[in-house]
């Protein structure tokens, strides 16, 4: 009896995982090796508490404002075409299965190319973008780089997937304001997309995830800021999920500034997204190790584009220090590491600029 219930333990474990028991060289680690993201809760937030002591190089500035200095506000030839035809991404639900599968087939597909060789220990062309993160996280997070940083860092992405794997189909997002409090219902995370979102284990540790298109893959990058070999875990807390709700996104969006709406958001629904998905996603430094990271950044870029909708001159301004103390310009470089160009921070704040970066126009919207 006890030989035949091992042999249907075994048996379902393969059907989720694609393959019967995995030769793992790659360890579940304790919850408290992962460093994770500072935490704004709600009510601090709405006190403000989060800006005090911070010297933000706050000037608020409108359309009206530029318009009465006499700034020159053209739309330029590229910004034209793009918003002719920009390219879309849409939400989960409105994506359809033939784009997920394509969507997870090649991030998946990166995994099984080798690394460039330029972020060591990177072990393969996916994890050059963990890696990456991982070296600058003291640059891009914690101060104001953080949210334009990230949106640079997530069409780069969108970029190698498109030239390197293939990928054809537009790009998804994820509005996690939809499911604040239930991520684990979500289908995303599910066979045959992210793997399951399951609660942590009694003692506080994830759970391997053996499920999905990622089930049983081996990290090289992290926790923190050292680099062993571990498993993908997630150990979901909805409690810290429901924080991710509409209420909070529209709180930092009520902010006047780019400073003040960063440090909001950061601290807020991206921390807390973050640590509610748990295990390698709660981790500061190397989350990207976890694919479900990009959708989690989609909608924190998504957030950030319809703030800036809301004021013209949101486009053209920005403030705040980054993590030197140098105050934020239009002039200010934001670098992939040299997985795509350097750019300057006029070249991507308008998703709608056009502007050509390593011969791709940067030219985005969402379906709404």
Known sequence: MRSGLLLLVAAAASAVSGSVLQHRDAPSLPADAFPTMKLLPFEDAKAGKDLIGKN?????????????????????????????????????????????????????????KPPSGNFPPAANRYEDFARLHQMWTPNIHGNAKFLIWHRYFVWTFEQVLRAECGFNRAMPWWDEAKDAGNFAKLDMFSQPYFGNLLPAQSNG????????????????????????????????NEQLTSQCNQGYVDL?????????????????????????????????????????????????DHTYRVWQAADPARYQSLNGNDAQGNP??????VSMGGIRPDVKVRDI???????????????????Y
């Not at 969507?103 to 998946?108: G, I, K, L, T």
């Not at 391997?208 to 926790?223: E, K, V």
């Not at 934020?328 to 470089?333: A, R, S, W």
């Open 56 to 112: 933000l190089n706050v000037t608020r500035v409108s359309m009206a404002d530029l318009l009465s200095q006499g700034a020159a506000i053209p739309q330029s030839a590229s910004a034209a075409s793009c918003s002719a035809a920009p390219g879309m991404r849409f939400e989960w639900r409105q994506y359809s299965q033939s784009d997920r599968l394509a969507f997870v087939s090649a991030v998946r597909c990166l995994m099984n």
């Open 328 to 333: 934020l310009t239009l002039d200010t470089v």
């Open 349 to 367: 704040i308008n998703t709608l600029g056009g502007v050509v970066i390593g011969g791709v126009p940067f030219c985005y919207k969402y379906n």
């Open 205 to 236: 540790q994830g759970w391997c995830i053996n499920s999905g298109a990622f089930g049983g893959i081996t990290l090289h990058i992290g926790p923190g800021t050292s680099n062993q070999n571990h498993c993908m875990t997630r150990a979901v």
């Open 252 to 300: 930092c969006k009520s902010r006047g500034t780019f400073a003040e709406m960063a440090s909001c958001l950061e601290g807020g629904p991206h921390a807390y997204g973050h640590n509610g998905i748990g295990g390698v996603m709660s981790d500061v430094y190397s989350s990207p190790s976890d694919p479900s990271f990009w959708m989690h950044h989609l909608f924190i």
